[in-house]
């Protein structure tokens, strides 16, 4: 087993302000940063604040920048780093500093409030869904979600444009849309929802121009781009634009029901 | 005094994971105001580490399977300390709790008819584990948070206002349960973000706060498991039962020592896995205890059958209860046969196609390659036991989860005692604590209701006390104390320490003794415990206000411990390493040495915990007739047989 000592910038401070401090740490072998960050707190700096839990990458805490590139500190190992470089961990950038690099993600609880939940199927009572797997596989994939709201730091449209959070859910709620909307036994359009028009209207699906940079960063791999906005974009562009495609979706309704 | 902020609420739940939020909604859903105070953010309890799955007899995918049998397995795994009417509705109710879920729009993997898949674990007689993947307790987690959300939908449309009728004060952590005569009258908090205090006044509380796995030093759990409902039930009265059966996970992560504890699923082994030594021997063969072998394969063929042919085969032994695997893993190391870093092998690779593997074992594939370097499609994993979860905890009445002796305490979840008895079978605690978080609910609510307006009242001198006890660590040193201020992380350090060595998978007595030596002293140098800055977001100043709890509790464990005298589940013993059936119909229970409350630091051999000794109540006759007369025989006494 061999350490070294590395050199590390660290934010700290609170809503009024702050700066990058600098710190020299031991760094054994096979550590992580946030490993760090735990032994600063341990050794050098007792209330440094971080948020963290799982340290296993399932629980979406501890979410930071880590030389400027939104992260998640428990799966950041500090053998990606060069020995002779220093090492800057600041918060969020997207949300407001509460202190240190614990940010006020509020803005996030917010979103979810606002995308309607799932609409159970009349008629169906527990223990009577049948779904097959082939159907379920499209919401899985976004309910792997571990909502560490890197994407929605990262994406350019709340980022670097405060103005655009009232109307702007941001990739992962707007995803999650889209996972109900894949949901095999959502009956939202029966109850007289239509989960396209709302992420367009509700959710401004159109703010978003597919730059990638919410799946860039996704931890857990989810192609948020490919497989959840476009397809959502294609929908609403489709209700929004062919009478053909309303009527055909008010027919089949009245027939299935 | 400063002036601190006060709510009014019917239900106060203690715990954001799945056992509070599904207390939370029964309790909203029944008519209660209802509050959730939780210590992290809404959605990241530590529910969401669960991988396997959710043990329920809904017979998916063996169509012989019944509650029962699940009720059997669950007694069979907790070497019949179960309190078996716990153990009865857990398996007759779990079933509905979790097709429940999928009308909240949980998405559960899916047989070939559509229906919810069901897999295999440890202990259990039938594949019945409902799962997604190696992530279950995340889609557990996530449903019930997006149903509370649509609870508070719903209050919006009614009210305008989303918290109206059921609230989530996240990144808040309970000190204190308050009380009126016997009775619970509320909570005193302090808000993690600012370090505000504030009161809940409420006629009823409902503890959800997990375990207790942060006293030692490889665990598989999270900052949050400090012990804190274990601890706030004690100081308000109620007792613990059975704190010695702590349960260690065979499979934890060895290496790095960064991620030392970090859980690898049981799944691993469900979905075929097998653990070998430095050998290449699949040794668990060697490990099977008398009261289990009629039911696990001699050989490595029988057991390979298994997987194919379940009915005319028996079940490999990497599949026993978790104690046993996790003994067995321990002697091996300790027979000179470990892996290079001191666990065992445990490999899918020979075992299943790569792509297989990605699939069904996305999670622990991932965890693999991101912090080790191994990749589990082409080599073994090298794992050791990890200290993962507590069956003892709050003494409740298995019906309606009221702690004894607390008129308005509630208790449901990992902080619960009884329900898995000696050791907990894997998949189980899911299902715990969706059955009894709304049981917990439930009951709160009820009993709120039936209050009317006869509501305890908050005590003015109780709040001071709380205040004064919360702020004490940021005058360490300053009253003229006895000796300097102590670094809370340091003091942390050496409590894992001792547990893990003294009180830890193998326990000896002297070793136990001496653990409660180190306690004390622990304790009185607690007091000093000192923090620096202010109280907005400090994680030294929560650190040194959670070491009370985790004190007070791995008091608890060793005291039990050392009174225990056999091996049973969750409790080994080296001096006495035989299950003694006299010691079958005995809880232990703790209770605070000073039931006033106070936590002086009294002298270590009397400590801060009373043990007194309970016999149980008789396993119901119908239940008993659920098992052969020949097995009753291994684990009952004499006069429990013939009565």
């Known amino acids: ?257 | 005094m400063s002036v601190v902020d006060r709510q009014e609420w019917d239900v106060v739940v203690v715990g954001a994971g799945g056992a509070g939020l599904r207390a939370a909604i029964e309790a909203r859903e029944r008519g209660a105001r209802t509050a959730v105070i939780c210590k992290s953010l809404f959605g990241k309890a530590h529910t969401v580490m669960a991988e396997g799955g959710i043990a329920a007899a809904m017979a998916n995918a063996n169509e012989h399977d019944t509650w029962q049998v699940h009720f059997r397995d669950t007694l069979r795994g907790g070497k019949f300390l179960n309190q078996w009417r716990m153990a009865e509705l857990h398996a007759q109710e779990a079933p509905d709790r979790v097709w429940e879920l999928e009308t909240w729009g949980a998405l559960f993997d899916r047989t070939k008819d559509g229906r919810i898949s069901q897999r295999n674990f440890g202990g259990h007689e039938y594949p019945r584990l409902a799962h997604v993947g190696d992530r279950t307790g995340l889609e557990l987690i996530r449903t019930l948070q997006q149903k509370t959300v649509a609870l508070q939908q719903e209050d919006f449309r009614r009210t305008g206002d989303h918290e109206s009728r059921l609230k989530v004060f996240q990144e808040c952590t309970v000190t204190r349960i308050l009380k009126d005569g016997d009775r619970v009258s509320g909570v005193f908090a302090y808000d993690r973000e600012t370090g505000r205090f504030f009161v809940l006044r409420a006629p009823a509380v409902v503890l959800a706060t997990g375990g207790i796995g942060k006293s030692f030093k490889v665990t598989s759990n999270s900052w949050e498991y400090t012990g804190d409902g274990h601890a706030l039930a004690l100081l308000a009265g109620a007792p613990l039962l059975n704190m010695e059966f702590v349960q260690f996970h065979p499979t934890g992560m060895v290496w790095p020592p960064s991620v030392k504890g970090i859980l690898v699923t049981e799944s691993v082994r469900g979905d075929g896995g097998v653990l070998r030594n430095s050998e290449g021997k699949r040794f668990m063969f060697d490990y099977v205890p008398d009261v289990f072998k009629e039911k696990y394969a001699e050989s490595e063929e029988e057991a390979d059958r298994w997987y194919e042919d379940p009915d005319d085969n028996r079940r490999p032994p990497e599949l026993l209860p978790r104690d046993e695997v996790a003994r067995a893993i321990n002697a091996e190391v300790k027979a000179g046969r470990g892996s290079p870093h001191g666990g065992v092998f445990l490999d899918v690779s020979t075992r299943m196609p790569a792509e297989v593997i990605r699939r069904r074992l996305p999670s622990m594939y991932h965890q693999f390659k991101e912090l080790a370097d191994v990749d589990i499609t082409a080599e073994a994993m090298e794992v050791g036991p990890t200290c993962h979860y507590v069956m003892g905890g709050v003494a409740v009445d298995s019906d309606t989860a009221a702690a004894r002796g607390v008129p308005g305490l509630y208790a449901a979840g990992e902080v619960a005692g009884g329900m898995h008895g000696s050791n907990r079978l894997g998949g189980n605690s899911l299902s715990d604590l969706l059955v009894f978080g709304r049981r917990a609910g439930w009951h709160a609510a009820e009993y709120a209701r039936a209050l009317a307006d006869r509501r305890p009242r908050v005590d003015d001198a109780q709040v001071g006390t709380a205040s004064a006890e919360a702020l004490r660590p940021f005058s360490a040193g300053a009253e003229g104390e006895a000796g300097p201020p102590e670094n809370p992380y340091t003091l942390h350090q050496e409590l894992q320490q001792t547990m893990n060595d003294l009180v830890g998978i193998i326990r000896r007595e002297g070793e136990m003794e001496q653990a409660l030596h180190r306690l004390a002293e622990l304790r009185t140098r607690a007091r000093r415990a000192g923090v620096e800055g202010h109280r907005q977001f400090n994680p030294g100043w929560h650190l040194a206000l959670d070491l009370r709890n985790m004190l007070l509790v791995s008091e608890c464990v060793a005291r039990a411990a050392l009174e225990r005298t056999e091996s049973r589940g969750g409790h080994t013993r080296e001096d006495h390493p035989r299950m003694d059936r006299a010691w079958r119909n005995v809880n232990l229970l703790c209770a605070l040495a000073d039931p006033a409350g106070g936590l002086a630091a009294t002298d270590p051999a009397r400590g801060q915990i009373r043990l007194t000794r309970e016999t149980t109540d008789p396993i119901r006759p119908d239940l008993l007739a659920l098992f052969e007369k020949e097995e009753l025989v291994k684990y009952l006494a004499e006069e429990e047989l013939y009565e």
């Open chain 1, 1 to 257: 087993m061999s350490s070294y000592e590395a050199r590390f910038q660290v934010w700290r401070g609170d809503e009024h302000g702050g700066g990058l401090r600098d710190f020299t740490v031991d760094v054994n072998d096979g550590e992580v940063v946030l490993d760090i960050v735990h032994r600063l707190q341990a050794t050098q700096a007792p209330d440094l604040a971080v948020r963290w839990n799982c340290k296993a990458g399932k629980c979406g805490s501890c979410s930071a920048e880590v030389n400027g590139r939104p992260r998640l500190l428990c799966m950041t190992r500090m053998s990606v780093f060069d020995r002779a470089e220093t090492i800057t961990i600041t918060p969020l950038r997207a949300f407001p500093v509460i202190r240190d690099l614990v940010t006020d993600v509020g803005f996030n609880y917010q979103k979810a409030r606002e995308v309607p939940a799932f609409v159970p199927p009349p008629g169906l009572g527990p223990g009577e869904y049948r779904m097959f797997q082939e159907d379920v596989d499209r919401p899985q994939e976004f309910r792997k979600c571990i909502e560490c709201f890197l994407c929605q730091n990262t994406c350019h449209v709340v980022r670097d444009h405060e103005e655009n959070k009232q109307a702007f859910a941001g990739p992962r709620y707007l995803m999650r849309v889209a996972e109900l909307d894949m949901h095999p036994l959502d009956a939202a359009a029966e109850a007289g929802l239509d989960r396209g028009r709302t992420a367009q209207d509700d959710q401004g699906l159109g703010y978003c121009n597919i730059t990638k940079c919410c799946t860039e960063v996704c931890p857990e791999g989810i192609r948020i781009t490919d497989n959840a906005l476009i397809p959502l974009k294609e929908r609403a562009v489709d209700r929004k634009y062919d009478p053909l495609v309303w009527l055909g979706s008010k027919i089949r309704r009245r027939s299935g029901a």
